[in-house]
T-cell receptor, first 113, second 113 residues
Framework: EAGVAQSPRYKIIEKRQSVAFWCNPI?????LYWYQQILGQGPKLLIQ????????DSQLPKDRFSAERLKGVDSTLKIQPAKLEDSAVYLC???????????FGPGTRLTVT | GEDVEQSLFLSVREGDSSVINCTYT??????LYWYKQEPGAGLQLLTY?????DMKQDQRLTVLLNKKDKHLSLRIADTQTGDSAIYFC?????????????FGGGTRVLVKP
């Protein structure tokens, strides 16, 4: 079974630029999560989708971050404009249902200069 | 509120047992998890325990839960060099809005030959 796929693996941008990350969850997994992991910290949930609907985006900085999951499969997370403090690893995870284990992708390491 | 605390670092000799500790604050936690993160990789789910259990054993891994003290531990028997990684404890609370994971800051485990 293929795992959660993410791209790109690494991205370096200047502050005020825009960036987008892509996630393809495990086939059949209805629930998709985006986490932000700042160096030296545990992951923090940004947004959770159930199929293509948002379940929880309470910790998403909506003035600059947006996410979509149009067909209930792949998802894109966008930052516009980026700030220095957005430097982090962005992890995507998926699960069969809300109650099931979350499986994580390898992450996208973003560096904002 | 939700808060998960872990010690920062643990050093152990190959072949010895490792014990990683975690404390959490939310007594309504439903599940408690242990994840492993190797350098440059995403999080790998090691094991999880329901909040109504005291112990769970899975091969070399033993999870102990003390609900009264809100203390969770992970014991790794016969620790190997491949066990060197960062270990994250996480709690989740099932709500109508979903299964949000709150992670600790991670414990870096170094296994010395």
């Amino acid at each position: 079974e293929a795992g959660v796929a993410q791209s790109p693996r690494y991205k370096i941008i200047e502050k005020r630029q825009s960036v987008a990350f892509w996630c393809n969850p495990i086939s059949g997994h209805a629930t998709l999560y985006w986490y932000q992991q700042i160096l030296g910290q545990g992951p923090k949930l940004l947004i959770q989708f159930q199929n293509n609907g948002v379940v929880d985006d309470s910790q998403l900085p909506k003035d600059r971050f947006s996410a979509e999951r149009l067909k209930g499969v792949d998802s894109t997370l966008k930052i516009q404009p980026a700030k220095l403090e957005d430097s982090a690893v962005y992890l995507c995870a998926s699960s069969l249902e809300v109650t099931y284990e979350q499986y994580f992708g390898p992450g996208t390491r973003l560096t904002v200069t | 509120g939700e808060d998960v605390e872990q010690s920062l670092f643990l050093s152990v000799r190959e072949g010895d047992s490792s014990v990683i500790n975690c404390t959490y604050t939310d007594s309504s936690s439903t599940y408690l998890y242990w994840y492993k993160q190797e350098p440059g990789a995403g999080l790998q789910l090691l094991t999880y325990i329901f909040s109504n259990m005291d112990m769970k054993q899975d091969q070399r891994l033993t999870v102990l839960l003390n609900k009264k003290d809100k203390h969770l531990s992970l014991r790794i028997a016969d620790t190997q060099t491949g066990d060197s990684a960062i270990y994250f404890c996480a709690e989740s609370i099932l709500k109508a809005a979903g299964n949000k994971l709150t992670f600790g800051g991670g414990t870096r485990v170094l296994v010395k030959p």
